[in-house]
């Protein structure tokens, strides 16, 4: 079983920087892309930025210039530096991942459960 565990979510004001981490464990063949969305009340899930294995990063206009995302594959994590957060940044944010287990070897996505990010004006 393939487990997503976030952190480092949090309150923070206008301007403030937070980094959210997203470590996977669990039986592990390889992973692919490794992404973060985020979600609030009511809306669909909005996806933030990607990773691939490769180090290859797409990052949501949203989040052009002001986040960077990173990866250790040897640690099966990946992180959301984000920086000049904004009001509108506020939402429960998730990672995902594409990851083939040694059971199917076949690619599931996985999700983490979700931290929260609130940003005051």
């Known amino acids: 079983q393939v487990q997503l565990v976030e952190s480092g979510g949090g309150s923070v004001k206008t301007g403030g920087s937070l980094r959210l981490s997203c470590a996977a464990s669990g039986s592990i063949v390889s992973i692919g892309n490794m992404g973060w969305y985020r979600q609030t009340p009511g809306n669909q899930r909005e996806w933030v930025a990607i990773m691939g294995s490769d180090g290859r990063a797409n990052l949501a206009d949203s989040a052009q210039g002001r986040f960077t995302i990173s990866r250790d594959n040897a640690q099966n994590t990946v992180y959301l530096q984000m920086v000049n957060l904004k009001p509108e940044d506020t939402a429960v944010y998730y990672c995902?991942?594409?990851?083939?287990?040694?059971?199917?070897?076949?690619?599931?996505?996985?999700w983490g459960q979700g931290t929260q990010v609130t940003v005051s004006s």
């Open positions: 995902n991942a594409d990851v083939i287990s040694p059971m199917t070897f076949q690619m599931s996505t996985i």
